[in-house]
Protein backbone atom coordinates (compact mmCIF):
# COMPACT_ATOMS: atom_id res chain seq x y z
CA UNK A 1 0.00 0.00 0.00
CA UNK A 2 1.39 3.49 -1.48
CA UNK A 3 1.87 6.08 1.75
CA UNK A 4 -0.97 8.52 1.86
CA UNK A 5 0.08 12.50 2.46
CA UNK A 6 -1.15 13.99 5.32
CA UNK A 7 -1.14 17.82 5.16
CA UNK A 8 -1.67 19.97 8.70
CA UNK A 9 -3.54 23.39 9.69
CA UNK A 10 -2.84 25.39 12.39
CA UNK A 11 -2.28 29.27 13.10
CA UNK A 12 -0.47 28.10 16.34
CA UNK A 13 3.00 26.99 15.10
CA UNK A 14 3.41 25.15 18.57
CA UNK A 15 0.13 22.42 17.48
CA UNK A 16 2.06 22.16 14.00
CA UNK A 17 5.29 21.04 15.34
CA UNK A 18 3.26 19.05 17.95
CA UNK A 19 1.50 17.29 15.31
CA UNK A 20 4.34 16.97 13.06
CA UNK A 21 6.52 15.19 15.90
CA UNK A 22 3.79 13.34 17.76
CA UNK A 23 4.33 9.86 15.66
CA UNK A 24 6.05 8.10 13.21
CA UNK A 25 4.33 9.01 10.19
CA UNK A 26 6.52 6.58 7.18
CA UNK A 27 6.10 3.82 9.64
CA UNK A 28 2.45 3.51 9.74
CA UNK A 29 1.72 4.32 6.13
CA UNK A 30 1.87 8.00 6.21
CA UNK A 31 3.67 10.81 5.11
CA UNK A 32 3.49 14.63 6.49
CA UNK A 33 4.09 16.85 3.42
CA UNK A 34 3.45 19.96 4.54
CA UNK A 35 2.04 22.46 7.13
CA UNK A 36 -0.06 25.99 7.04
CA UNK A 37 -1.13 28.83 9.33
CA UNK A 38 -4.58 29.22 7.53
CA UNK A 39 -6.81 27.56 4.90
CA UNK A 40 -5.89 29.98 2.03
CA UNK A 41 -2.51 28.63 2.25
CA UNK A 42 -3.26 25.39 2.60
CA UNK A 43 -5.91 25.62 -0.14
CA UNK A 44 -2.91 26.95 -2.68
CA UNK A 45 -0.78 23.81 -1.98
CA UNK A 46 -3.00 20.66 -1.41
CA UNK A 47 -3.39 20.15 -5.15
CA UNK A 48 0.73 20.87 -5.94
CA UNK A 49 1.85 18.17 -3.27
CA UNK A 50 -0.70 15.39 -3.44
CA UNK A 51 -2.58 15.93 -0.54
CA UNK A 52 -4.35 12.91 1.33
CA UNK A 53 -5.84 13.68 4.37
CA UNK A 54 -5.76 17.37 5.97
CA UNK A 55 -5.62 18.06 9.22
CA UNK A 56 -7.14 21.23 10.09
CA UNK A 57 -7.58 23.75 12.88
CA UNK A 58 -11.05 25.20 12.72
CA UNK A 59 -11.04 28.84 14.06
CA UNK A 60 -8.14 30.64 11.51
CA UNK A 61 -7.52 34.18 10.24
CA UNK A 62 -7.98 34.77 6.36
CA UNK A 63 -10.05 31.27 5.74
CA UNK A 64 -11.16 29.33 8.65
CA UNK A 65 -11.23 25.41 8.45
CA UNK A 66 -14.86 25.53 7.54
CA UNK A 67 -14.56 27.25 4.43
CA UNK A 68 -11.28 25.34 3.79
CA UNK A 69 -13.55 21.87 4.51
CA UNK A 70 -16.37 23.61 1.86
CA UNK A 71 -13.76 23.53 -0.94
CA UNK A 72 -12.22 20.04 -0.27
CA UNK A 73 -15.73 18.68 -0.34
CA UNK A 74 -16.01 19.75 -3.89
CA UNK A 75 -12.42 18.25 -4.66
CA UNK A 76 -12.48 15.86 -7.78
CA UNK A 77 -10.37 13.81 -5.83
CA UNK A 78 -11.67 12.89 -2.27
CA UNK A 79 -10.00 14.31 -0.06
CA UNK A 80 -10.56 13.09 3.82
CA UNK A 81 -10.71 15.79 6.73
CA UNK A 82 -9.66 15.59 10.16
CA UNK A 83 -10.59 18.26 12.58
CA UNK A 84 -8.58 20.07 15.57
CA UNK A 85 -10.76 21.47 18.46
CA UNK A 86 -10.71 23.35 21.59
CA UNK A 87 -12.92 22.19 24.37
CA UNK A 88 -14.79 25.21 23.52
CA UNK A 89 -15.50 25.38 19.99
CA UNK A 90 -17.54 22.15 19.59
CA UNK A 91 -20.23 23.84 17.62
CA UNK A 92 -17.73 24.86 14.80
CA UNK A 93 -16.77 20.85 15.24
CA UNK A 94 -20.65 19.50 14.32
CA UNK A 95 -20.93 22.49 11.21
CA UNK A 96 -17.66 20.86 10.11
CA UNK A 97 -18.84 17.24 10.38
CA UNK A 98 -22.00 17.94 8.81
CA UNK A 99 -19.57 19.25 5.48
CA UNK A 100 -17.66 16.18 5.63
CA UNK A 101 -15.27 16.11 8.27
CA UNK A 102 -14.23 12.60 9.26
CA UNK A 103 -13.75 12.63 12.66
CA UNK A 104 -11.94 14.96 14.78
CA UNK A 105 -9.25 15.36 17.81
CA UNK A 106 -9.16 17.75 21.04
CA UNK A 107 -5.93 19.48 21.38
CA UNK A 108 -5.42 19.22 24.89
CA UNK A 109 -6.07 15.61 25.37
CA UNK A 110 -4.25 14.23 22.28
CA UNK A 111 -2.54 11.40 22.25
CA UNK A 112 -0.20 9.31 19.56
CA UNK A 113 -2.24 6.10 19.96
CA UNK A 114 -5.63 8.45 19.83
CA UNK A 115 -4.51 10.19 16.38
CA UNK A 116 -3.08 6.96 14.85
CA UNK A 117 -6.67 5.17 15.65
CA UNK A 118 -8.17 8.28 13.66
CA UNK A 119 -5.79 8.15 11.10
CA UNK A 120 -5.84 4.47 10.01
CA UNK A 121 -10.18 4.53 10.13
CA UNK A 122 -9.67 7.75 7.86
CA UNK A 123 -7.62 5.73 5.44
CA UNK A 124 -9.77 2.71 5.28
CA UNK A 125 -12.90 4.92 4.53
CA UNK A 126 -10.85 7.51 1.66
CA UNK A 127 -9.47 4.19 -0.07
CA UNK A 128 -12.99 2.71 -0.16
CA UNK A 129 -14.30 5.94 -1.54
CA UNK A 130 -11.79 6.22 -4.22
CA UNK A 131 -12.34 3.01 -5.24
CA UNK A 132 -16.02 3.24 -5.63
CA UNK A 133 -15.83 5.92 -7.44
CA UNK A 134 -13.62 4.43 -9.75
CA UNK A 135 -15.59 1.33 -10.21
CA UNK A 136 -18.60 4.03 -10.97
CA UNK A 137 -16.86 5.73 -13.49
CA UNK A 138 -15.72 2.39 -14.94
CA UNK A 139 -19.65 1.05 -14.75
CA UNK A 140 -20.88 4.13 -16.25
CA UNK A 141 -18.43 3.70 -18.86
CA UNK A 142 -19.24 0.14 -19.44
CA UNK A 143 -23.33 1.74 -19.42
CA UNK A 144 -22.38 3.81 -22.07
CA UNK A 145 -20.73 1.26 -24.67
CA UNK A 146 -22.80 -1.52 -23.86
CA UNK A 147 -24.86 -2.12 -26.75
CA UNK A 148 -25.84 -5.31 -27.35
CA UNK A 149 -27.16 -6.72 -23.93
CA UNK A 150 -30.03 -8.65 -22.71
CA UNK A 151 -31.59 -5.96 -20.55
CA UNK A 152 -31.26 -2.13 -21.47
CA UNK A 153 -31.92 0.36 -18.94
CA UNK A 154 -35.26 1.26 -20.81
CA UNK A 155 -36.40 -2.88 -19.67
CA UNK A 156 -35.11 -2.40 -16.53
CA UNK A 157 -37.07 0.85 -15.32
CA UNK A 158 -39.84 -0.92 -16.97
CA UNK A 159 -39.72 -3.98 -14.98
CA UNK A 160 -38.95 -1.87 -11.64
CA UNK A 161 -38.32 1.81 -11.66
CA UNK A 162 -35.02 1.28 -10.07
CA UNK A 163 -32.48 4.42 -9.87
CA UNK A 164 -29.42 5.17 -11.84
CA UNK A 165 -26.66 4.19 -10.21
CA UNK A 166 -24.77 1.72 -11.30
CA UNK A 167 -24.34 -0.74 -8.73
CA UNK A 168 -27.78 -1.45 -8.28
CA UNK A 169 -28.05 -1.89 -12.37
CA UNK A 170 -25.57 -4.30 -12.00
CA UNK A 171 -27.03 -5.94 -8.91
CA UNK A 172 -30.14 -6.22 -10.66
CA UNK A 173 -28.86 -7.41 -13.86
CA UNK A 174 -26.73 -10.56 -11.97
CA UNK A 175 -30.05 -11.67 -10.53
CA UNK A 176 -32.09 -11.59 -13.21
CA UNK A 177 -29.61 -13.65 -15.79
CA UNK A 178 -28.53 -15.69 -12.44
CA UNK A 179 -32.53 -16.28 -10.80
CA UNK A 180 -32.62 -20.13 -11.92
CA UNK A 181 -28.90 -20.69 -9.91
CA UNK A 182 -28.67 -20.88 -6.21
CA UNK A 183 -27.45 -17.62 -5.75
CA UNK A 184 -27.70 -15.37 -1.96
CA UNK A 185 -27.10 -12.29 -1.23
CA UNK A 186 -22.95 -12.88 -1.02
CA UNK A 187 -23.10 -13.81 -4.67
CA UNK A 188 -24.56 -10.29 -5.42
CA UNK A 189 -22.27 -8.74 -3.27
CA UNK A 190 -19.08 -10.25 -4.69
CA UNK A 191 -20.38 -9.92 -8.20
CA UNK A 192 -20.81 -5.91 -7.81
CA UNK A 193 -17.10 -5.79 -5.27
CA UNK A 194 -18.95 -4.58 -2.66
CA UNK A 195 -19.59 -5.97 0.89
CA UNK A 196 -23.01 -7.65 1.38
CA UNK A 197 -24.55 -5.14 3.88
CA UNK A 198 -23.78 -1.92 1.77
CA UNK A 199 -24.90 -3.40 -1.20
CA UNK A 200 -28.14 -4.62 0.79
CA UNK A 201 -28.44 -1.01 2.60
CA UNK A 202 -27.64 0.75 -1.08
CA UNK A 203 -30.34 -1.87 -3.31
CA UNK A 204 -32.64 -1.05 -0.19
CA UNK A 205 -31.93 2.87 -0.58
CA UNK A 206 -32.78 2.86 -4.23
CA UNK A 207 -35.28 0.69 -5.21
CA UNK A 208 -37.69 0.32 -1.65
CA UNK A 209 -37.27 -2.94 -1.68
CA UNK A 210 -34.37 -5.83 -0.68
CA UNK A 211 -32.16 -7.65 -2.71
CA UNK A 212 -33.95 -11.38 -1.10
CA UNK A 213 -37.26 -9.50 -2.29
CA UNK A 214 -36.12 -8.55 -5.70
CA UNK A 215 -34.40 -12.06 -6.21
CA UNK A 216 -37.92 -13.44 -5.43
CA UNK A 217 -39.69 -11.38 -8.01
CA UNK A 218 -37.62 -11.61 -10.56
CA UNK A 219 -37.87 -15.41 -10.23
CA UNK A 220 -42.01 -15.21 -9.93
CA UNK A 221 -42.09 -13.09 -12.75
CA UNK A 222 -40.10 -15.93 -15.22
CA UNK A 223 -42.85 -18.41 -13.21
CA UNK A 224 -45.22 -17.08 -14.77
CA UNK A 225 -43.96 -16.97 -18.04
CA UNK A 226 -43.93 -20.45 -17.88
CA UNK A 227 -47.14 -21.34 -16.06
CA UNK A 228 -48.85 -19.17 -19.02
CA UNK A 229 -47.16 -21.68 -21.24
CA UNK A 230 -47.92 -24.70 -19.57
CA UNK A 231 -45.45 -26.80 -20.96
CA UNK A 232 -43.78 -27.78 -17.30
CA UNK A 233 -45.04 -29.39 -14.38
CA UNK A 234 -45.18 -26.65 -11.25
CA UNK A 235 -42.25 -28.56 -9.64
CA UNK A 236 -40.19 -28.32 -12.80
CA UNK A 237 -41.26 -24.59 -12.92
CA UNK A 238 -40.15 -23.54 -9.23
CA UNK A 239 -36.43 -25.89 -9.91
CA UNK A 240 -36.73 -24.16 -13.39
CA UNK A 241 -36.45 -20.36 -11.45
CA UNK A 242 -34.11 -21.28 -8.76
CA UNK A 243 -36.55 -22.63 -5.74
CA UNK A 244 -35.12 -25.61 -4.25
CA UNK A 245 -38.20 -26.41 -2.48
CA UNK A 246 -41.67 -26.65 -4.37
CA UNK A 247 -43.67 -25.81 -1.39
CA UNK A 248 -41.39 -22.48 -0.64
CA UNK A 249 -42.27 -21.64 -4.44
CA UNK A 250 -45.91 -21.82 -4.22
CA UNK A 251 -45.74 -19.88 -0.76
CA UNK A 252 -43.48 -16.91 -1.78
CA UNK A 253 -45.85 -17.24 -5.33
CA UNK A 254 -49.04 -16.77 -3.64
CA UNK A 255 -47.60 -14.05 -1.15
CA UNK A 256 -47.04 -11.86 -4.45
CA UNK A 257 -49.75 -12.61 -6.65
CA UNK A 258 -52.26 -13.31 -4.46
CA UNK A 259 -52.83 -16.86 -5.76
CA UNK A 260 -51.23 -20.36 -6.08
CA UNK A 261 -49.64 -21.66 -9.30
CA UNK A 262 -51.77 -23.85 -10.07
CA UNK A 263 -54.87 -21.14 -9.51
CA UNK A 264 -52.54 -18.67 -12.25
CA UNK A 265 -51.87 -21.85 -14.63
CA UNK A 266 -55.68 -21.86 -14.70
CA UNK A 267 -56.58 -18.78 -15.42
CA UNK A 268 -53.92 -17.72 -17.67
CA UNK A 269 -55.12 -20.57 -20.03
Known amino acids: MSELNVFIVDDEPIIRVGLKTL ?15 DGKEAWEQIDLLHVDIVI ?17 QNHSRPIAVIVLSCMDDFTYVKEAMKHGAKDYILKPTMEPDQLLTILIS ?14 LTSLHKDLENQTNVNITLDEIRAAEPLSRNPFVIKAFRYMDENY ?4 STIDIAAHVRL ?7 LYGKET ?4 SEALTRIRISKAKEMLSKGELKIYEIAEAVGFLDAKVFAKAFKRLEGCTPREYEVEAK
Do not use: C
Open 56 to 72: TDLIMPRMDGLELIRLL
Open 208 to 211: DESL
Open 180 to 183: ANNI
Open 122 to 135: VREELLQTREMKRQ
Open 23 to 37: VNWEQFGFQHVGEAQ
Open 195 to 201: SRSYISD
